[in-house]
């Protein structure tokens, strides 16, 4: 089993980057793909290299703020749990935290990687300067 | 004009694949006459033995601790310290064709700009401000997958023979483990790919045709870079005549007998054990469903045989070029730089491929300088320990410009008097894995002919613990004096000597994001 966890702080409150990243429909915004779809539990994105994701959306808890999803119909890929996180840290500050679970264990690394790049745009996006 | 400047490197070759290096199989007439006109390396290490730590080395003329490329799977900062940037600037026109990998190569999202320049075909992003200083970047790995030129190339034209590679990783994903040949041996192939559209020829064919497409009177730095004779073992069958792998003597430091083989890995840091027993992988470089010690004497010859030949195509290759560069009449001007990134185990104590084990099979590596015939420098061999770190400060001497603040280390020098003057007294070498929680790191130093390897606290060893080899009465490496208190002296100086000398790690390390 891969396992990877990014995280970072972003100098907001957890209401409104939860409001962001809660949206399944938003990802494409600040995750670095080039689209994304959603029809009700389902969800449908499309990586730089052409490659689609069919993913089930299994939590979207507000109260949370979490966010889980599988990636599934895969042939390559046999397990997956992603995980999205905000936790509020104080008032104005929160704990945005991206965590997947996955076999092929590999693959985890360049989804780790792009949750990175990820965090980092919405670091951009939401810190209060 | 200035003097042009040829860097070419290998992937994964050792030390004694060349003919000028005492090697006896493959024929490496090309290489063996810069070695003859040039100054040679005896003891020339990489300061990482796998590629993309490596290769940033070489581009940034800084250690490991310093670019920050730790591992494979770490990319280099695109904004990090290049010597292509710097020689373009002084009006050298500038190229990197054949293997980059500065960033990784498992990019789904195309995060990386060498993997999105292959896909979209393109040779330079921004011609204003060229990926780290290349204004020309065509770009290969070891076969047909992936984004990058070679595989678009090959696809384009040649569609039929993409599946004539081995196919690198698994349905997993996993390093492939599946064996071919005659013996079975891991990543060995038959491949009837023709020679023509093979990936050593290509970037010879790319060179050649970037290097016309200069005008005369331009001063050029061309890194020339082959992806063999790296795994997997594949070159062309048509090819394979050419040695007969059952004629091949087993490696000198080949240990037939089990017994005395396992003795000498218990002798090391035990991640050797660990790796040879399968039980520990602590990185992504061999088939992690591969066992060591299930290799057999036949798939050891084999293994070499397909690394001899692919190591005559690349002379051939060489030849090419050169032959290219004389046609434009800019021969009594070039320089030619040959090393490559690192070792290769080929059988040495019962194992293949590489990892955390820093002995010469893996650091010793071939370096030669051919300086331009205008400079009047005399052929030499030098056995001073030298480094990769050394190539970034070289290259800008080449060139007649100011050695950049950024590089760590002096230029190579042109004999061995000049080796003391310039302070190659050490060369240093650095190891971090952690893939899933398998944590290995080593700090390691070669000077007087001993080479001291340090333990950090890791999966398998803890800090206090290392290796010490006596490389003039144990050339082979087979007795580990670490723990030996007649030199425990020689010991504490040696790693106070390294201590001094190896720069402090920016910590926390950055992130892997992929494998490899």
């Given amino acids: 089993m891969g396992t990877v966890r990014r995280y970072g702080f972003v100098e907001c409150d957890a209401d409104t980057v939860w409001a962001f990243v809660g949206a399944p429909e938003r990802l494409h915004e600040w995750f670095p793909i080039t689209s994304c779809r959603v029809e009700g539990n389902k969800r449908w994105i499309v990586l730089a290299a052409g490659i689609t994701f069919e993913e089930d959306i299994v939590t979207l808890d507000h109260d949370l703020r979490r966010f889980q999803y599988k990636i599934v119909n895969n042939p390559l890929i046999t397990f997956h749990l992603g995980t999205v996180d905000v936790i509020p840290d104080g008032p104005n500050r929160c704990l945005l935290m991206y965590s997947t679970d996955m076999d092929p264990e590999v693959l985890a690394l360049p989804i780790g990687g792009a949750a990175g790049v990820g965090i980092a745009k919405v670091k951009e996006m939401f810190d209060r300067k | ?341 690192h070792g290769e185990f080929q059988g040495d104590f019962g194992l293949l491929f590489k990892g955390p084990y820093h002995v010469d099979s893996l650091m010793r590596l071939p370096l030669i300088w051919r300086p331009a015939p205008s400079a009047n420098i005399a052929p030499a061999r030098v056995s001073a320990p030298v480094g990769h770190v050394s190539l970034a400060a070289t290259f800008a001497h080449i060139a007649g410009i100011a050695q950049p603040s950024y590089v760590e280390a002096p230029r190579l020098p042109i004999h061995q008097a000049e080796a003391e003057q310039l302070g190659h007294e050490r060369v240093l070498t650095e190891w971090d894995s952690v893939l899933f929680g398998k944590i290995v790191h080593l700090r390691t130093i070669c000077r007087d002919n001993w080479v001291c390897t340090a333990a950090l606290d890791g999966t398998m060893s803890k800090a206090g613990e290392g290796e010490l080899y006596d490389l003039a009465h144990d050339p082979l490496q087979h007795v580990n004096r670490w723990d030996d208190p007649s030199i425990r002296t020689l010991r504490d100086d040696l790693l106070a000597d390294m201590w001094d000398n190896l720069p402090s790690q920016n910590l926390p390390l950055r992130s892997m994001d992929a494998p490899v």
């Fill in chain 2, 1 to 341: 004009m200035g003097r042009k400047i040829l860097f070419i490197t290998t992937d994964q070759q050792r030390y004694d694949a060349l003919g000028c290096n005492g090697g006896m199989i493959a024929r490496t007439p090309t290489i063996d006459a810069l070695s003859k006109n040039g100054i040679t390396f005896d003891r020339a290490h990489p300061q990482n033995v796998v590629c993309m730590p490596s290769r940033s080395t070489m581009l940034t003329g800084q250690h490991v601790a310093t670019h920050g490329v730790w591992m494979n799977g770490v990319p280099l900062p695109e904004d990090a310290p290049s010597i292509a940037a710097d020689l373009r600037a002084t009006g050298y026109a500038t190229a990197l064709i054949g293997k980059a990998h500065f960033e990784p190569l498992l990019d789904p999202f195309l995060r990386f700009t060498e993997n999105r320049m292959g896909a979209h075909r393109s040779t330079n992003e921004n011609p204003n401000d060229p990926h780290r200083g290349f204004d020309h970047m065509e770009l290969a790995t070891h076969g047909a997958a992936g984004a990058l030129h070679y595989s678009q190339w090959i696809r384009d034209n040649h569609p039929e023979a993409v599946l004539n590679y081995y196919r690198v990783l698994d349905n997993e994903l996993q390093v492939n483990a599946e064996g071919g040949g005659d013996t079975k041996a891991p990543q060995v192939h038959v491949n009837p790919i023709p020679t023509e559209w093979y990936h050593t020829e290509w970037v010879a064919q790319r060179t050649i045709a970037w290097l016309e497409s200069l005008p005369a009177d331009r001063d050029w730095f061309c890194w020339m870079s082959f992806p063999d004779p790296h795994h997997p073992w594949d070159p062309p069958a048509s090819e394979m005549h050419r040695v007969r792998w059952q004629d091949l003597d087993l490696p000198e430091n080949y240990i037939a007998n089990s017994t005395t083989r396992e003795a000498v890995l218990d002798d090391k840091l035990r991640h050797w054990r660990g790796w040879y027993d399968g039980t520990f992988v602590s990185n992504y470089e061999a088939p992690a469903r591969w066992v060591p010690a299930t290799l057999t004497q036949d798939q050891v010859r084999e293994v070499n045989a397909y690394t001899h030949v692919e190591n005559e195509l690349i002379d051939e290759a060489i030849a090419k070029v050169m032959g290219a560069i004389e046609s434009r009449g800019w021969g009594n001007d070039l320089d030619v730089l040959y090393t490559t990134d």
